[in-house]
C-alpha cells in the first residue's frame, strides 16, 4: 500500500493532449483531426500509426502513448461489470417481425451487424429502413437519433427514404435532414470518412452508421494476389474503427457486402462474401440474404456469438419492409 501511494505522487498527470511528452499544440490537433482527441484512443494507438497521423517521429510517439496510458485504466474488468454495461443495449426494429425474433429484438448497438447477398437481394433497402426506423422513439422500435451513411456504390436514394417515412407518418423533410451522407470514392477515402466521424457522431447523436457497401472499394483498389494481404491488413483496420464507434457511442452498425461464386463448391449453394476470414470474425451478426417468390425474401443468420442460426422470409414493399 505504501508503494503504491509513493508511485501515486510520483505520478504524472496531464490535463490536455499538448501536455503530453512529444505533443504540442499543432501536433495535438492533427491528433484530433485523425480521430486521437482522448488520451485512451492514444494510449492504445499504434507508435507508427500515431505518428504518421500527428505529423511526429516513433519514439516521440512511444512516449506520447506510455504518458497516455498512465492517465486510462488499462486492463482486466470483473464479468458483472461487463454484464452491466451490456444493459445499456438497444436495439432497432426492422419492420419485420420475423426478422426481429432472428436478430433477437432487432438491429443491435454495440455490435456489428453485416448483410451479404447477390444485387437486388434487399441489402439496401434494409439498410434504408434502419435509416428511418432509428429516428422513432425508443417505445416505438428506434433509438431517437441521427444516422451516418457512407455510400460505396452510389446507392443512396433519398426519394426510397421518403417513401418509406411517408408510409410511418414521419416528416419526410425532417427525416433526411437527420441523415448525414458520405459518397466515399476509394478504400482509403472510406476509411478517412470513419476515422474523422467522431465530431459528427457527437454532434448530431448519431445512433447508426450504415456502410454500403464495405467491400465494393477495397475489391476495386486491391486486385489479384499480390495486394490480397494490404487489402485483408486496410479491412481489418476499417472494421475495428467500426466496432470501436459502436462500443465507444452506444450506436448500431450496419454494413452490406458483396458476394461471389465460390468455383470450388459443386454442390449446394457457391455464393460466398467478401473479405475473407477477416470479416467473418469481426461481423457480430453475420446474415445472407437471398431472393424468393415476388417481393419476398429470405434471410439467414449465419453467425452469431449468442444467437442460434435461423431463417426469416419477410418482403420488400413500396412501403419498406414486412412480413
Known amino acids: 500500500m505504501a508503494e503504491d501511494k509513493e508511485k501515486d505522487k510520483k505520478k504524472k498527470y496531464y490535463k490536455d493532449l499538448e501536455d503530453l511528452p512529444g505533443v504540442g499544440e499543432v501536433t495535438a490537433e492533427k491528433l484530433k483531426a485523425a480521430g486521437f482527441g482522448?488520451?485512451?484512443?492514444?494510449?492504445?494507438?499504434?507508435?507508427?500509426?500515431?505518428?504518421?497521423?500527428?505529423?511526429?517521429?516513433?519514439?516521440?510517439?512511444?512516449?506520447?502513448?506510455?504518458?497516455?496510458?498512465?492517465?486510462?485504466?488499462?486492463?482486466?474488468?470483473?464479468?458483472?461489470?461487463?454484464?452491466?454495461?451490456?444493459?445499456?443495449?438497444?436495439?432497432?426494429?426492422?419492420?419485420?417481425?420475423?426478422?426481429?425474433?432472428?436478430?433477437?429484438?432487432?438491429?443491435?448497438?454495440?455490435?456489428?451487424?453485416?448483410?451479404?447477398?447477390?444485387?437486388?437481394?434487399?441489402?439496401?433497402?434494409?439498410?434504408?429502413?434502419?435509416?428511418?426506423?432509428?429516428?422513432?422513439?425508443?417505445?416505438?422500435?428506434?433509438?431517437?437519433?441521427?444516422?451516418?451513411?457512407?455510400?460505396?456504390?452510389?446507392t443512396f436514394r433519398p426519394d426510397r427514404i421518403v417513401q418509406m417515412a411517408e408510409a410511418q407518418g414521419m416528416d419526410p423533410k425532417e427525416v433526411l435532414k437527420n441523415i448525414q451522407v458520405a459518397r466515399a470514392e476509394n478504400s482509403d477515402h472510406q476509411i478517412i470518412l470513419l476515422e474523422k466521424s467522431e465530431e459528427t457522431i457527437v454532434k448530431n447523436n448519431i445512433k447508426l452508421i450504415v456502410v454500403d457497401s464495405l467491400t465494393s472499394h477495397f475489391r476495386s483498389d486491391y486486385i489479384g494476389r499480390g495486394a490480397l494481404s494490404e487489402r485483408q491488413q486496410k479491412l481489418n483496420k476499417h472494421i475495428h474503427m467500426l466496432q470501436k464507434l459502436a462500443e465507444k457511442y452506444n450506436l448500431a452498425v450496419y454494413v452490406t457486402n458483396q458476394v461471389m461464386d465460390n468455383p470450388g463448391i459443386l454442390f449446394g449453394d457457391p455464393t460466398t462474401p467478401i473479405g475473407g476470414h477477416v470479416l467473418a470474425h469481426m461481423s457480430t451478426y453475420r446474415l445472407y440474404v437471398r431472393k424468393s417468390k415476388e417481393d419476398k425474401r429470405i434471410a439467414r443468420l449465419v453467425d452469431s456469438p449468442n444467437l442460434p442460426e435461423g431463417e426469416a422470409v419477410f418482403r420488400v414493399t413500396p412501403k419498406g419492409l414486412t412480413d
Open 38 to 154: 482522448e488520451f485512451s484512443s492514444i494510449a492504445t494507438a499504434n507508435p507508427h500509426e500515431l505518428a504518421e497521423a500527428g505529423g511526429m517521429g516513433v519514439e516521440s510517439a512511444k512516449k506520447a502513448i506510455e504518458a497516455a496510458k498512465s492517465m486510462v485504466e488499462i486492463g482486466f474488468e470483473t464479468a458483472d461489470v461487463v454484464y452491466e454495461r451490456r444493459k445499456s443495449i438497444c436495439r432497432i426494429k426492422t419492420g419485420s417481425t420475423a426478422l426481429d425474433d432472428l436478430l433477437g429484438g432487432g438491429v443491435e448497438t454495440m455490435a456489428i451487424t453485416e448483410m451479404y447477398g447477390k444485387f437486388s437481394s434487399g441489402k439496401s433497402q434494409l439498410g434504408f429502413q434502419l435509416v428511418v426506423n432509428v429516428q422513432r422513439p425508443t417505445d416505438q422500435g428506434g433509438l431517437g437519433g441521427g444516422v451516418l451513411f457512407v455510400d460505396s456504390e452510389a
